[in-house]
């Protein structure tokens, strides 16, 4: 780059018997380095444009060697000779249009681009002055010749060249080989807008200036190809709609005002002369009509992808809540007068966050589009399914009044989830909850999606994919909810909350082996509340968090107290803790018992913990990596309610357990020749021949106690042996540590 530069300087203004070999190093040189640049640099997929700009550049130098070597083809003025030079330089600035044309197509990142219209206002109002100062007196001097003719395309396709320079410069970042572009191919218009006006006599201006213009051309292309900032001239550029610059609006400006000045001020001479300017004239005109009506339609344009955006989902395209709303609000216009009711059925994927835990949210975001595309085939066209956020979906759909359409269409949406949806990763199978809510008109958009959400979590609380209607009660049972939820918030910090505890017996030998603590929470307004309805609140909002660690901490140090009092030579007792869905996928929990253990010194065998089968399956991996870690602890794992949900053998022989917890149900009519009876043998067994203990739970007669004992049940729990009471009210059971 430098000993180009410096080639170019002693060119300009060296002595005059270096200024040939001077020139002779300078295209060469540039030349050596498009043709480096092409081989090694250029990526494969992006050499097209820089061929053409190569292959120009070799048909320029190959007109500079005629016209060095030809007698008469370089001649000033020209002679005929001059055509044979002109044969290869005319196609080379046709190669330099499809480079930089090819260029252009690239680098635009989309159609809708101001910087063509404005790049044409440019090219016409540079046509207009090289017809006006240039081409025009040329002309008029030496008449039409055919080498004349052959000329005048020099400044024809300059013009055509300036425009694509133009719309190059304005179409994106301007990279300094971009800079480098715009300036060899400035230099090689200037070169020949010097060498037609020597040509035509209208200026006697030397030759030597027109070889260092055509020079720095090569030069400068060369270097616009070996700088790295090459690669983006071909690639996508982003279009930045913005206000117009000052520069750029006095540019257009001038564009459309000098020609008019000059046809005003500059005498016509002849019909050719003022035909060409009202052409030239008459086309400024319509380019500045052509860029009024692209600002316009570009606002247009814009405006609805804005409100296309406001109103439609980006993921899935499907129309948002404010799409839905409005639609609702038109939809209720109409339908009273028109004997119609809305209906809303809204959708809900059943434990959607596994999918996002297991394969990650770029699989989510899959299904959720696998999912939009079913609902679609699904509904009549009137109809409207949208997507207002995470996994939700509502289907609106207008409908006679009293008819049975929408639970019809909930039915076959229910059914069309057992297909599984085909994704990347395979295929993946999901269930939904639908709630179903309709209006017969006047419906507010809010209260309408409301009621189908409440129907939807009916049908979750129903367990999951099924279909719920909605009905005006639920709504007090939102609201209750609600309030039940205001109410826990800080029940804990208000020391609402308390520890009962329910005794677990060794049914071998009536010994008091340990203690369940179950959460109690007595509001001064409410009551006593029920754990039924308080927990699954406290699960859903996440206090069960904090109250569990509470918890947790609670029985701990109550278990210790009682062992302190019962002294070293009786039974070691143990104290069993729920562990909630939520604490089990956060790995703090680990850290949380590990601080209770060095808290009240118990030993690890002395703390269990209680998990339920379906807590575990609804994230087996994370559920499986806090579970080792507890156990890596010495903890004593317990599986609660089993039966009830999994009760698979594999998964058992996978989950790191050493308790099993019998659900009540299978106990109740135990002894009495029960249908239960060989499902608890059976239970029994399986757990015998892995080393686990049995703990039954609901135990309230002698006879299941003796039943469960003789088939060799390990532990029971029940109101046969107490209640849950409070740590106070256990003091007699804790001393005897028989239970009566």
Same mark, same amino acid.
């Given at each position: ?19 040939? /070999? @001077?020139?002779?190093?300078? &295209? !060469?040189? +540039? *030349? %050596? =380095?498009?043709?480096? #640049? ?5 990526? $494969? ?68 681009? /101001? @910087?063509?219209?404005?790049? &044409? !206002?440019? +090219? *016409? %109002? =540079?046509?207009?002055? #090289? ?5 025009? $007196? ?603």
């Amino acid at each position: 780059m430098s000993l180009g530069a410096a080639a170019a300087a002693l060119l300009a203004v060296g002595p005059e018997p270096l200024r040939v /070999p @001077a020139m002779a190093l300078c &295209v !060469l040189g +540039g *030349l %050596a =380095a498009m043709t480096y #640049s092409q081989v090694r640099i250029v990526q $494969p997929d992006q050499r097209a444009p820089w061929r053409w700009l190569l292959i120009a550049a070799w048909l320029f130098f190959a007109g500079i060697v005629i016209r060095a070597v030809v007698p008469g083809a370089g001649a000033s003025p020209p002679t005929a000779m001059a055509l044979i030079p002109d044969a290869f330089v005319l196609p080379g600035y046709v190669l330099i249009g499809c480079g930089f044309g090819a260029m252009l197509q690239r680098r635009r990142a989309v159609e809708d681009d /101001p @910087a063509r219209v404005d790049a &044409v !206002l440019v +090219g *016409l %109002a =540079a046509a207009f002055m #090289s017809w006006t100062y240039l081409m025009a $007196p040329s002309i008029e001097q030496a008449g039409l010749t055919p080498l004349r003719i052959a000329n005048s395309f020099f400044p024809v396709i300059d013009v055509v060249l300036l425009v694509l320079i133009a719309q190059l410069a304005l179409s994106g970042a301007r990279a300094p080989s971009l800079w480098l572009l715009i300036g060899s191919a400035s230099a090689m218009f200037a070169g020949d807008f010097v060498f037609m006006l020597r040509d035509g006599a209208v200026a006697d201006i030397s030759g030597h200036v027109v070889d260092v213009l055509f020079t720095m051309t090569f030069l400068l292309l060369g270097a616009a190809m070996l700088h790295p900032s090459m690669r983006t001239l071909t690639e996508p550029q982003p279009i930045i709609v913005k206000d117009l610059s000052k520069v750029r609006t006095t540019l257009i400006a001038l564009m459309v005002v000098v020609p008019v000045v000059i046809t005003t001020i500059e005498p016509i001479n002849g019909v050719v002369d003022g035909s060409v300017r009202a052409v030239l004239c008459a086309f400024l005109i319509l380019a500045v009509f052509l860029r009024v009506v692209h600002s316009n339609n570009s606002r247009a344009r814009a405006e609805r992808v804005t409100r296309r955006r406001a109103t439609h989902d980006a993921l899935t395209d499907l129309p948002n809540r404010e799409l839905l709303s409005e639609t609702i609000a038109a939809w209720g216009a109409r339908a009273t007068t028109e004997q119609q009711e809305i209906s809303l059925l809204f959708i809900d994927l059943d434990r959607f966050k596994m999918v996002n835990d297991h394969w990650g949210h770029q699989v989510g975001d899959e299904l959720l589009c696998v999912v939009a595309g079913r609902l679609g085939t699904m509904v009549r066209g009137e109809d409207l399914v949208c997507r207002i956020g995470g996994d939700e979906f509502v289907v609106a759909l207008a409908s006679p009044s009293h008819s049975a359409i929408a639970e019809s269409l909930a039915a076959r949406m229910l059914a069309a989830f057992e297909r599984p949806f085909t994704l990347s990763v395979g295929d993946v199978v999901i269930s939904a909850s639908i709630g179903v809510a309709k209006s017969t008109g006047g419906a507010e958009a809010l209260a309408l999606i409301r009621d189908a959400d409440t129907a939807m979590y009916k049908a979750k609380d129903s367990g999951r994919n099924a279909v719920a209607l909605f009905d005006p009660s639920m709504r007090d049972v939102v609201r209750d909810r609600v309030d039940l939820e205001q109410a826990l918030r800080g029940a804990l910090e208000r020391g609402e909350l308390y520890a009962n505890y329910q005794p677990i017996i060794d049914l071998r030998t009536g010994e008091l082996d340990g203690f369940e603590v179950l959460m109690r929470w007595q509001h001064p307004v409410l009551g006593a509340v029920s754990p039924m309805q308080f927990i699954p609140v406290a699960e859903e909002t996440g206090l069960i968090v904090d109250a569990g660690t509470w918890l947790l901490r609670e029985a701990a140090h109550q278990l210790a107290a009682w062992r302190a009092e019962r002294g070293p030579d009786a039974r070691p007792l143990h104290v069993s803790v729920n562990v909630s869905v939520r604490q089990l996928r956060d790995l703090a929990l680990v850290t949380i018992v590990r601080d209770v253990l060095a808290d009240t010194g118990l030993p690890p065998e002395a703390l269990w913990l209680e998990i339920t089968e379906s807590g575990v399956m609804e994230d087996l991996e994370a559920a499986l990596a806090t579970l080792g870690a507890l156990r890596e602890l010495g903890v004593t794992m317990a599986i609660d309610d089993f039966g009830t949900g999994y009760s698979s053998l594999s998964y058992l022989n996978r989950l790191p357990v050493g308790i099993v917890k019998l659900d009540r149900s299978f106990v109740s009519d135990v002894g009495r020749h029960g249908a239960n009876e060989s499902i608890v043998r059976a239970v029994l067994a399986m757990t015998g021949a892995l080393n686990l203990r049995v703990v039954a739970e609901g135990v309230e007669t002698g006879l299941q106690r003796d039943w469960l004992r003789e088939q060799g049940c390990d532990l029971g729990q029940g109101w046969l042996f107490g209640k849950p009471r409070t740590a106070a009210e256990h003091a007699g059971l804790i001393h005897a540590g028989i239970a009566a």
